[in-house]
């Protein structure tokens, strides 16, 4: 059996569709399509939903005091004795709208016509002028408290657990703007539209999770620097105070983190690092002179392949800070990836350079060192990470022309794929690993017919869905 056709069977048995049948069919009949006008169409049933998980989902986030939370933090954004719609509810209308696929406010309006949506939404759908003006009411401590909850419910797997190490990637991505008159959208780093106005938010990532222990908007013009170390260290302490203090907690970062002022933070907060080094012409000098490279890989004939050596090296900066930086060089043979920089010319090496704390050691081996580049490796998971939150909660769609309400929908959908996350862990086990739209297919997006009949509401569902009661 093919790989490919292996993945096919677990995705049908997770629909709990039949498995396929050509091989008891082969000697019987060819499958022939039915003529599509001989199906009888009759639009008269205005129970149908298309979204029967939602249910499911609506009870794990209360059964989770995720409703009670909203309700707390966010009720005061929207008093009065003239309110319909109240904050929270305005959230999980939102949450609910993310949950079903639709990224943009404005999607709202091919949902209204759902009658579970619509129930769930309290039985009357806002118009989305509502919703933008609803967003437009944070303010910046309401964004630090919608931070802080979405940091609580992406670490949450993390309680509990003795976990020895886990692995914090820090890294950013271009949100492009096409709108107009956009706050903050400013031309900025971005590789596919030049000059182009964006955002540019920062996120960490949990490895052994794959969920959000922070994400913040930031202006289009913002690169990595500075500024951004409060942030971080929030985010390191909030993963510390889950994990507690015996877990060895190594953060992996771009060169972007080739920062003195980071480095030295990181020591503070007692986190090891592994951080891919900006190859200045000083730092590419350095390791042309290394004589001490040690084989950790070889090809079919023994040649070396790859070989790694600490570099005698450092920045006049990490001095200033008082930082103990050790340099890991890498060279390799036909790298197939990535940016490749050549610092011999009679030999076909590719060169890279890893910053990191890890201590020395006296019996030190070239497994160790090689151990610490494959550390920054394992970074490659944050790319295909970044990639879902884009193409499956849609987190580079801007729903409005002010910065606060666009930030705190990016927490909002941050809050959705930590807690869809979660969800998935607790009631399909078996989906763990699967992209957002195969998971969501099969745990929220079924259909289904939502009925009253003796002043009880019945939500009737198709034998794959029986694990919802």
């Known amino acids: 059996m093919t790989p490919t056709t292996s993945t096919q069977k677990v995705r049908r048995l997770a629909f709990e569709g039949k498995p396929a049948q050509g091989r008891q069919l082969q000697f019987l009949h060819k499958v ?30 209360r059964r989770h005091g995720v409703d009670a939370q909203l309700k707390k933090h966010f009720g005061a954004l929207k008093r009065g004795a003239s309110v319909v719609y109240p904050m929270a509810a305005q959230l999980r209308l939102l949450m609910d709208l993310q949950f079903t696929g639709r990224g943009r406010v404005f999607d709202l309006e091919s949902c209204a016509t759902d009658p579970l949506f619509a129930h769930l939404a309290g039985g009357s759908v806002p118009s989305i002028d509502t919703l933008y003006d609803d967003l437009a009411r944070f303010d910046d401590p309401a964004l630090e408290t919608f931070d802080a ?35 903050g959208a400013r031309p900025g780093p971005n590789p596919r539209y030049h000059g182009r106005p964006s955002y540019h938010p920062i996120l960490a990532t949990v490895a052994e999770t794959g969920t959000l222990a922070g994400i913040a908007l930031r202006p289009g013009d913002t690169g990595f620097g500075e500024d951004d170390l409060p942030t971080l260290r929030r985010w390191i302490e909030r993963v510390r105070h889950a994990v507690g203090p015996d877990c060895v907690i ?65 920045r006049n900066v990490w001095k200033e800070q008082g930082v103990d930086v050790r340099v890991i060089a890498l060279r390799e043979k036909d790298r197939a990836h990535g940016r ?16 990191t704390n890890a201590r020395r050691h006296p019996e030190e081996r070239s497994e160790d060192l090689d151990e610490i580049v494959r550390h920054y490796n394992g970074r490659a998971e944050v790319e295909p990470l970044i990639a879902d939150l884009k193409g499956a909660w849609g987190i580079d769609q801007i729903p409005s022309q002010c910065y606060r309400a666009n930030a705190a929908m990016l927490l909002l959908k941050a809050l959705c794929f930590n807690l869809f996350v979660r969800y998935v862990a607790a009631s399909r086990p078996q989906l763990v690993g699967w992209r957002t739209p195969w998971a969501r297919q099969v745990l929220v997006l079924i259909p289904g017919r939502l009925v009253r009949s003796g002043r009880q509401w019945t939500l009737r569902v198709p034998p794959s869905a029986r694990w919802l009661n």
């Open 340 to 355: 490749q920089l050549f610092l011999w010319c009679d030999f076909d090496w590719t060169t890279q350079a890893i910053l």
């Open 250 to 314: 190594v953060v992996r970062m771009d060169a972007a983190g080739d920062c003195a002022k980071l480095l030295a933070m990181l020591d503070v907060l007692g986190v090891f690092y592994v951080i891919k080094a900006v190859m200045n012409r000083s730092l590419r000098e350095a390791a042309t002179l290394v004589t001490t490279w040690r084989t950790t890989d070889r090809d079919a004939d023994g040649a070396p392949i790859r070989q790694v050596a600490e570099v005698p090296f450092a």
């Open 32 to 61: 022939r399509r039915p003529d599509p006008f001989r199906v009888r169409v009759e639009a008269s049933d205005p129970s149908l939903t298309a979204a029967v998980g939602l249910v499911g989902l609506a009870r794990w986030i």
């Open 149 to 183: 909850m979405v940091s609580e419910h992406g670490l949450a797997p993390l309680r509990g657990k003795r976990h020895t190490m886990i692995h914090l990637d820090i890294d950013t991505t271009v949100e492009v703007v096409f709108g107009e008159q956009m706050e």
